[in-house]
C-alpha cells in the first residue's frame, strides 16, 4: 500500500513539473526556438546548446521546451472543451429522456462508429491544416464519449432517494443537475479525461507528422519528428528527442489515469 502510494504521488509530481516545465519554457529556454542561424545548423551538444542545433540551426533543447506548452496546453483544451460540451449534452440526454435521449444517444453512436483518428483526419481535410482546425476536429469527435458517459451515470443516479428528495422540494432540473448529479459524476470523468490527456497529446502529434496540424516554425514535438525525418541516418536525434518527450509524458499521464482509475474503481472506455 504505501508504494503504491508513493508511486502515485511521483506520478502527481512528474506531472507538475510537466505542466512547469511547458508554462516556464519562456523563461527556461536557453534560446529562441524558431531563430534560424545556418551557421550553425547540426551542431553537436554543447554547453551553449545542450541537445545540439537542428538543420536550420536551431536549439533543439529549447524547441522541446516550447513544444511542451503546445501539446500540454491544447491536450487540455481539448479536453475541457470536449468535457463541457459532454457534460450538457449527456445531462440532457439523461435527465429528460424520451425522444430526446434517443436522438442525441444515435448521434453519438453514429460518431462512435468511426475510428477516431480516421474521423479527425477527415474532419481536418474539410477544414484544412492548421492548429485550430485541428483542436475543434478532435473535440467534435472527443464530446460524444463523455456524453455517454455521463448520460448513463445519471440515468442511474436520477431514480436515488436524494434526487428524488431534492425534486419534491421543487428543485430546478438544471440545480438539480448542477448541486447534485454533477459533483457525483465529475470525478470518474475527470479521471477517464486523465487517462484521455495520452491519447489528445498523440493525436495533435500524429496530425502534425502528417503536415495537418501544427504548422512550421511552431515548434511542436510531432513536427519535429517530420521536419527530422530527413536526416534519419545522419542525424536521427533530431526525431529521437521529441519521440521520447511524446512517449514520456504520454506514459505520465497514463500512468497516473491507472492509478486514479484503480483507485476509484473506474474502467476505462478503451
Known amino acids: 500500500m504505501q508504494i503504491a502510494l508513493k508511486s502515485q504521488k511521483t506520478v502527481v509530481v512528474c506531472s507538475v513539473i510537466l505542466f512547469l516545465v511547458a508554462i516556464l519554457a519562456p523563461w527556461i529556454a536557453p534560446h529562441d526556438p524558431i531563430q534560424v542561424n545556418l551557421a550553425l545548423k547540426l551542431l553537436p551538444p554543447s554547453w551553449e546548446y545542450p541537445l545540439g542545433t537542428d538543420q536550420l540551426g536551431r536549439c533543439n533543447l529549447s524547441r522541446l521546451l516550447f513544444g511542451a506548452r503546445v501539446s500540454l496546453g491544447f491536450a487540455t483544451l481539448i479536453f475541457i472543451s470536449s468535457l463541457g460540451i459532454g457534460l450538457l449534452v449527456g445531462a440532457i440526454a439523461g435527465y429528460r429522456g424520451g425522444w430526446i435521449d434517443s436522438v442525441l ?25 492548421g492548429l485550430w ?12 464519449y463523455y456524453a455517454r458517459m455521463f448520460r448513463s451515470m445519471i440515468v442511474s443516479l436520477k431514480e436515488q432517494n436524494f434526487i428524488t428528495a431534492a425534486r419534491i422540494s421543487g428543485s430546478s432540473p438544471w440545480k438539480i443537475i448542477r448541486r447534485h448529479i454533477i459533483p457525483n459524476v465529475l470525478p470518474p470523468i475527470v479521471v477517464i479525461g486523465t487517462l484521455e490527456m495520452g491519447w489528445a497529446i498523440m493525436d495533435i502529434s500524429a496530425l502534425s507528422f502528417l503536415g495537418l496540424g501544427i504548422q512550421p516554425p511552431t515548434p511542436e514535438w510531432g513536427a519535429m519528428i517530420h521536419e527530422g525525418k530527413s ?30 482509475s484503480g483507485r476509484f474503481g473506474i474502467k476505462r472506455r478503451f
Not at 106 to 113: D, L
Not at 122 to 129: A, I, Q, T
Not at 133 to 144: H, I, R, Y
Request: aromatic share 10%; net charge negative; proline share 6%.
Open 105 to 129: 444517444m444515435r448521434f453519438c453512436e453514429g460518431v462512435m462508429a468511426f475510428p477516431n483518428l480516421v474521423l479527425v483526419l477527415g474532419l481536418v481535410g474539410l477544414f484544412g491544416p
Open 231 to 260: 536526416f534519419i541516418r545522419s542525424h536521427p536525434e533530431l526525431m529521437l528527442y521529441p519521440g521520447i518527450m511524446i512517449l514520456l509524458v504520454v506514459m505520465t499521464f497514463n500512468v497516473l489515469g491507472e492509478s486514479l
Open 133 to 144: 482546425q485541428v483542436v475543434l476536429a478532435l473535440v467534435m469527435v472527443q464530446w460524444v
